[in-house]
């Protein structure tokens, strides 16, 4: 019985075009660049091992033919023969069984033959598909099929994209969230779905993460990975691509009932279990597909449940801070402290994050084919996410008295790294948010091939993203007066705070400090239109034309209202600070420390706050903006299909050109503002590949790309830092500046890429990006009122007299990004058995670039250092065995260090980061028979600790743990 794979891709085009007549000219020439020719002329992928067609030759040919025919006509002098298959068409050696017929006339169809249908399933057989997807392409590209996402134990897209080469990925609880290519940040990759643009928004409980911002990047962990059965990651640019990715595009593509020949259905069930959380969550996805003559029809569903827990401790990054000695007596030492010259840790917190998650997907698709060159398809795809989290955090504050410390000399700095503070403050938090993000999109596309020479493609689609938080609460309750120690002796990125004569579970010894109420929502709308229009001159070369219109619509505010019950607004109440015993718990959660908190819930009800809803009153002027651009464009593109020293060289060139009108609104220094305006350019794009040999073929790109600023940027706003500040703090206010232009870059990449065996490939990339209209913060001290903003963003404490680090991003430098790639790929087949079923996959990627930062640590003096969000190094390792029944695979991920931020005027440090990392997943599967299968997974085997750095002197900031997850499951198709 026949084995599927699980969501299989094939091109709906490459179904139209089965029928379809192509006028062609060959050349007798090696067969395998005849084939290599066919696929160029059809523009349908073939699958073959070069082996098979060493020193085949083909005669010369000429005529129209279907592609059947045409492949009838190029084999007809060999032993192989070409079937239609899932993924295109496969030539393999002709069974014993097949003799073939004299081929018919060109024009006359040709002769029906029985041939046994090809079995395309395993993992392996995805690598060999995924690997002439990338031989084909005229851009850089890697892709990732069904059977990969399937296979691996992938929780999201992100997960999935990591094992690209250049791919570096953000994680979030876990799972990717963001993904980083070539160096270049989440806000430099497009990400299409389906063939338009899209914008995915969801956020995260920390703001060391990015919180929730309405930027370009694109929130990967919205989408269960099993709804996708396709992603090409294309690192190139050509003209027929929209603009916007420097750092490249990402396309995803659900599936098609084209994909299908026949009634398909399919299933799985994964039970996972976290370490941390301790809970056991179901992971369900479906599919089912059918063809009824001219109609087909798909519905797939992915659902999953994820409890997760993620815990460690933060410094609030550090400070060189004055402080009182207090201790024996001591003169040196009482001075140093009296002078600032010891490095403290802000705050030192204990913090655990818990997130009950809940995903659901869904996608349809309709497809309607009158004919052999007529193909409509409309694809639906709706997506939910909800995050229900409730987190918790004890810190020190309040420690300028200083009994006892010990300090370590850190970059010629004294670093404390043991302190006893005498009558200091325990302040405990505890925080409910509950989010959800919602993605909508419709797209309806259509090829018509008018002719054997013109075909056109059509496609309108709009999509939505909305993101609502419409609870973000807390409440602090304090104790004061208590010694407390803190501890890094042990270990410098995990210290310990303890009261060792104060027990912080009292519920006599806390009182309330506030309560504070937050609500987000933003929206995001995209309406976009393509028209494509394909001639083939001759037959040997071919031109495209095309337009487009594009229409991005984002809005959006923020709602807060804290400072409860001090702030003259509470209903019951105020002004009472007493901290009912009985409205507290002791949090025992934390593995390192327990702690009294306060009862969110109940204390709302005793302030008279149960149920409150921030009203319009309560919106932030200043975050109620919104951003449109309407984008039109036109390109056109020449292939050629030439010879170079005797070799096959296919060469594309063209240029596109794009024209955008921005319109921002909002409130700028008080008053609402509007602005519109244009901006145009010309980008031009040339890529070539070069058949050296049979089995390696050299690539060249150049090309100009931009990349539109990030939304909240070109926008009129001010975000007035609501980060705890202690006395004497200034706080920051980013600005947002319209008239910001675009990102600018001039893009030079080359590859060598050798094919061999089934499988196998090794390839060697390099890449250099020179990027004008870098953006960069301008930093000045400005006094809060000013700016026109409204008093209820200052913190208790504060006046519009206080003085206020403004940020605003302009325009400004050039830099280089460049850097180089190696990928290697291959079956161990000439091993004895049974090791010749083992195989490894492999990339690494180094990435180098640097740029310059304004008023670094707020001395007013600019450094150069590396690009933010760029790792230097990061590679991807993995080693599977396929056998007949069973398979397994480990695979490892590595991304060194990098820069997260550098914040103009920062005083504490002239640069935030991550340390390297190295993920550890496997996965394993046993089929049970021909229609059930087995499954289990294991993610973070080694249970990485994500470390959030202070500073280049390489100082404690958030350390966190997240578990590891296995899954167990079962998968079934008919």
């Given at each position: 019985?026949?084995?599927?794979?699980?969501?299989l891709?094939i091109?709906?085009l490459?179904?139209?075009a089965?029928?379809t007549k192509?006028?062609?000219?060959f050349a007798?020439?090696?067969?395998?660049?005849?084939?290599?020719?066919?696929?160029?002329?059809?523009?349908?992928t073939?699958?073959f091992?070069?082996?098979?067609?060493?020193?085949e030759?083909?005669?010369?040919?000429?005529?129209?033919?279907?592609?059947q025919?045409?492949?009838?006509?190029?084999?007809?002098n060999?032993?192989?023969?070409?079937?239609?298959?899932?993924?295109?068409?496969?030539v393999?050696?002709?069974?014993?069984?097949?003799?073939?017929?004299p081929?018919?006339?060109?024009e006359?169809?040709p002769?029906n033959?029985?041939?046994?249908?090809?079995?395309?399933?395993?993992f392996?057989d995805?690598?060999?598909?995924?690997?002439?997807?990338?031989?084909?392409?005229m851009?850089?590209?890697?892709s990732?099929?069904?059977?990969?996402?399937?296979?691996?134990p992938?929780?999201?897209?992100?997960?999935?994209?990591?094992?690209?080469?250049?791919?570096?990925?953000t994680?979030e609880?876990?799972?990717g969230?963001?993904i980083?290519?070539?160096?270049?940040?989440?806000?430099?990759?497009?990400?299409?779905?389906?063939?338009m643009?899209?914008?995915g928004i969801?956020?995260?409980?920390?703001?060391?993460r990015?919180?929730?911002?309405?930027?370009?990047a694109?929130?990967?962990?919205i989408?269960?990975?099993?709804l996708?059965?396709r992603?090409?990651?294309?690192?190139?640019y050509?003209a027929?691509?929209e603009?916007?990715?420097?750092?490249?595009?990402?396309?995803l593509?659900?599936?098609?009932?084209?994909?299908y020949?026949?009634?398909?259905?399919a299933?799985s069930?994964?039970?996972a279990y976290n370490?941390?959380?301790?809970?056991?969550?179901?992971?369900?996805?479906?599919?089912?597909a059918?063809?009824?003559?001219?109609?087909?029809a798909?519905v797939?569903?992915?659902?999953?449940?994820?409890?997760?827990?993620?815990?460690?401790?933060n410094?609030?990054r550090?400070?060189k801070e004055?402080?009182?000695?207090?201790?024996?007596d001591?003169?040196?030492?009482?001075?140093k402290?009296a002078?600032?010259?010891?490095w403290?840790?802000r705050?030192?917190?204990?913090s655990l994050w818990?997130?009950?998650q809940t995903?659901?997907?869904?996608t349809?698709?309709?497809?309607?084919q009158?004919?052999?060159?007529?193909?409509?398809?409309v694809d639906i795809?709706?997506?939910?996410?909800t995050?229900?989290l409730?987190?918790?955090?004890?810190?020190?504050k309040n420690?300028?008295?200083?009994?006892a410390?010990?300090?370590?000399?850190n970059?010629?700095?004294?670093?404390?790294?043991?302190?006893e503070y005498?009558?200091?403050?325990?302040?405990?938090?505890?925080?409910l948010?509950?989010?959800?993000?919602?993605f909508?999109?419709?797209?309806?596309?259509?090829f018509w091939?008018?002719?054997?020479?013109?075909?056109?493609n059509?496609?309108?689609?709009?999509?939505?993203?909305?993101?609502?938080?419409?609870k973000?609460?807390?409440?602090n309750?304090?104790?004061?007066g208590v010694d407390i120690?803190?501890?890094?002796?042990?270990?410098?990125?995990?210290g310990l705070?303890?009261?060792?004569?104060?027990?912080?579970t009292?519920?006599?010894?806390?009182r309330?400090?506030?309560l504070?109420?937050?609500?987000?929502?933003?929206?995001?709308?995209?309406?976009t239109?393509?028209?494509d229009?394909?001639?083939?001159?001759t037959?040997?070369?071919?031109l495209k034309l095309?337009?487009?219109?594009?229409k991005?619509?984002?809005?959006?505010?923020e709602?807060?209202?804290?400072?409860?019950?001090?702030?003259?607004?509470?209903?019951?109440?105020?002004?009472?600070?007493?901290?009912?015993?009985?409205?507290?718990?002791?949090?025992t959660?934390h593995?390192?420390?327990n702690?009294l908190q306060?009862?969110?819930?109940q204390?709302q009800?005793?302030?008279?706050?149960?149920?409150?809803?921030?009203?319009?009153e309560s919106i932030?002027?200043?975050?109620?903006?919104?951003?449109?651009?309407?984008?039109?464009?036109?390109?056109?593109?020449?292939?050629?299909?030439t010879q170079m020293?005797?070799?096959t060289?296919?060469l594309s060139t063209?240029?596109?050109?794009?024209?955008?009108?921005l319109?921002?609104a909002?409130?700028?220094k008080g008053?609402?503002?509007?602005?519109?305006r244009?901006?145009?350019?010309?980008?031009?794009?040339?890529?070539?590949?070069?058949?050296?040999?049979d089995?390696?073929?050299?690539?060249?790109?150049?090309s100009?790309?931009i990349?539109?600023?990030?939304?909240?940027?070109l926008?009129f706003?001010?975000?007035?830092?609501?980060?705890?500040?202690?006395?004497?703090?200034?706080?920051s206010?980013?600005?947002?500046?319209?008239?910001?232009?675009p990102?600018?870059?001039?893009n030079?990449d080359?590859?060598?890429?050798?094919?061999?065996?089934?499988?196998?490939?090794?390839?060697?990339?390099?890449?250099?990006?020179?990027?004008?209209?870098?953006?960069?913060?301008?930093?000045?001290?400005l006094?809060?009122?000013?700016?026109?903003l409204p008093?209820?963003l200052?913190?208790?404490?504060?006046?519009?007299?206080?003085?206020?680090?403004?940020?605003?991003?302009?325009?400004?430098d050039?830099?280089?990004?460049?850097?180089?790639?190696?990928?290697?790929?291959?079956?161990f087949?000439?091993?004895?058995?049974p090791f010749?079923?083992?195989?490894?996959?492999?990339?690494?990627?180094w990435?180098?670039?640097?740029?310059?930062y304004?008023?670094?640590?707020g001395?007013?003096?600019?450094?150069?250092?590396?690009f933010?969000?760029l790792?230097?190094?990061s590679?991807?390792?993995?080693?599977?065995?396929?056998a007949?029944?069973?398979?397994?695979?480990?695979s490892?991920a590595?991304r060194?260090?990098?820069?997260?931020?550098?914040q103009a005027g920062?005083?504490?440090?002239d640069?935030s980061?991550?340390?390297d990392?190295t993920?550890?997943?496997a996965?394993?599967?046993?089929q049970?028979?021909d229609?059930?299968?087995?499954?289990l997974?294991?993610?973070?085997?080694?249970?990485?600790?994500?470390?959030?750095?202070?500073?280049?002197?390489d100082?404690?900031y958030?350390?966190?743990?997240?578990?590891?997850?296995?899954?167990?499951?079962?998968?079934?198709?008919?």
């Amino acid at each position: 019985m026949r084995r599927f794979s699980w969501l299989l891709f094939i091109s709906s085009l490459t179904l139209a075009a089965e029928g379809t007549k192509f006028d062609v000219t060959f050349a007798a020439q090696p067969l395998k660049d005849a084939l290599t020719q066919f696929s160029r002329t059809t523009d349908q992928t073939i699958l073959f091992d070069p082996a098979l067609v060493t020193n085949e030759h083909t005669e010369a040919l000429k005529g129209s033919f279907t592609a059947q025919e045409l492949l009838d006509e190029l084999l007809k002098n060999s032993n192989l023969c070409a079937s239609n298959v899932a993924s295109g068409w496969l030539v393999e050696t002709c069974q014993d069984n097949i003799i073939k017929s004299p081929q018919p006339a060109a024009e006359s169809k040709p002769v029906n033959q029985v041939i046994e249908e090809i079995t395309v399933t395993g993992f392996r057989d995805s690598l060999f598909k995924a690997r002439e997807y990338k031989r084909l392409a005229m851009v850089s590209q890697d892709s990732i099929l069904a059977e990969d996402i399937a296979d691996f134990p992938d929780l999201n897209l992100a997960d999935s994209l990591q094992r690209v080469p250049g791919i570096s990925i953000t994680r979030e609880a876990g799972e990717g969230r963001q993904i980083s290519l070539r160096g270049l940040g989440p806000d430099f990759t497009r990400v299409h779905i389906n063939g338009m643009e899209a914008l995915g928004i969801t956020s995260s409980p920390m703001d060391a993460r990015g919180s929730v911002s309405r930027s370009r990047a694109f929130d990967f962990n919205i989408f269960a990975s099993e709804l996708f059965n396709r992603i090409d990651v294309k690192k190139s640019y050509s003209a027929r691509m929209e603009e916007g990715g420097i750092g490249g595009t990402v396309e995803l593509f659900t599936p098609k009932p084209a994909d299908y020949k026949d009634f398909t259905s399919a299933f799985s069930y994964r039970q996972a279990y976290n370490s941390n959380s301790q809970h056991y969550d179901p992971r369900v996805a479906g599919m089912i597909a059918n063809t009824w003559g001219s109609f087909g029809a798909l519905v797939s569903m992915a659902y999953s449940e994820r409890h997760t827990t993620e815990y460690g401790t933060n410094t609030t990054r550090w400070r060189k801070e004055n402080k009182t000695y207090v201790g024996p007596d001591n003169p040196a030492l009482s001075e140093k402290l009296a002078n600032g010259e010891f490095w403290f840790p802000r705050g030192h917190r204990y913090s655990l994050w818990n997130n009950n998650q809940t995903r659901l997907g869904i996608t349809a698709s309709l497809q309607y084919q009158p004919s052999e060159n007529f193909i409509s398809t409309v694809d639906i795809l709706l997506n939910r996410l909800t995050n229900d989290l409730d987190e918790h955090h004890i810190a020190v504050k309040n420690n300028r008295q200083v009994k006892a410390l010990e300090w370590v000399n850190n970059d010629s700095e004294k670093e404390v790294v043991y302190a006893e503070y005498k009558d200091a403050t325990w302040r405990a938090e505890t925080r409910l948010d509950y989010n959800e993000s919602e993605f909508k999109q419709i797209t309806f596309k259509s090829f018509w091939q008018t002719s054997p020479d013109a075909s056109f493609n059509f496609l309108l689609g709009v999509n939505s993203s909305d993101y609502r938080q419409p609870k973000l609460n807390k409440v602090n309750i304090i104790t004061d007066g208590v010694d407390i120690i803190t501890d890094f002796r042990k270990d410098r990125f995990y210290g310990l705070s303890r009261s060792p004569e104060f027990d912080t579970t009292n519920p006599t010894a806390f009182r309330v400090k506030d309560l504070y109420f937050q609500e987000n929502e933003i929206s995001s709308d995209m309406l976009t239109f393509k028209a494509d229009f394909d001639y083939r001159l001759t037959p040997q070369n071919s031109l495209k034309l095309g337009v487009s219109h594009k229409k991005l619509s984002n809005d959006g505010h923020e709602r807060v209202q804290g400072d409860f019950p001090t702030n003259g607004l509470t209903p019951k109440n105020e002004g009472n600070l007493f901290l009912p015993p009985e409205y507290t718990d002791v949090y025992t959660q934390h593995p390192d420390f327990n702690w009294l908190q306060g009862d969110l819930a109940q204390l709302q009800q005793h302030y008279g706050l149960a149920g409150y809803r921030l009203g319009e009153e309560s919106i932030i002027d200043t975050s109620n903006y919104s951003v449109e651009e309407e984008t039109d464009a036109a390109y056109f593109l020449f292939d050629f299909d030439t010879q170079m020293f005797g070799k096959t060289l296919l060469l594309s060139t063209g240029a596109r050109f794009f024209e955008t009108t921005l319109s921002s609104a909002g409130i700028s220094k008080g008053i609402y503002t509007e602005i519109e305006r244009d901006y145009s350019d010309w980008l031009p794009s040339l890529n070539m590949v070069l058949d050296i040999t049979d089995n390696v073929l050299w690539r060249f790109g150049a090309s100009k790309n931009i990349t539109r600023p990030s939304i909240d940027k070109l926008s009129f706003s001010a975000n007035v830092s609501q980060a705890s500040r202690d006395d004497g703090d200034i706080g920051s206010i980013g600005l947002g500046n319209p008239f910001l232009q675009p990102f600018e870059s001039i893009n030079i990449d080359t590859a060598i890429e050798w094919y061999f065996n089934k499988q196998g490939f090794i390839s060697l990339a390099l890449f250099h990006k020179n990027i004008d209209n870098f953006i960069v913060e301008k930093t000045e001290l400005l006094r809060y009122g000013s700016l026109g903003l409204p008093e209820a963003l200052l913190q208790e404490g504060e006046s519009v007299d206080d003085l206020f680090i403004v940020t605003t991003p302009e325009n400004s430098d050039s830099f280089v990004i460049q850097g180089a790639e190696f990928a290697f790929s291959r079956d161990f087949d000439f091993l004895p058995e049974p090791f010749n079923r083992l195989g490894m996959i492999a990339n690494y990627t180094w990435a180098d670039g640097d740029t310059l930062y304004r008023d670094v640590q707020g001395t007013g003096e600019n450094q150069v250092k590396t690009f933010a969000g760029l790792s230097n190094q990061s590679y991807n390792l993995t080693f599977y065995y396929e056998a007949e029944d069973w398979s397994a695979r480990i695979s490892s991920a590595y991304r060194s260090d990098y820069i997260l931020s550098v914040q103009a005027g920062n005083t504490d440090q002239d640069e935030s980061g991550y340390h390297d990392t190295t993920y550890v997943d496997a996965a394993a599967h046993y089929q049970l028979s021909d229609n059930f299968k087995l499954t289990l997974e294991a993610l973070n085997l080694t249970n990485v600790r994500e470390e959030l750095y202070s500073d280049s002197s390489d100082r404690a900031y958030n350390t966190t743990s997240n578990g590891r997850t296995f899954l167990l499951g079962v998968s079934g198709q008919f």
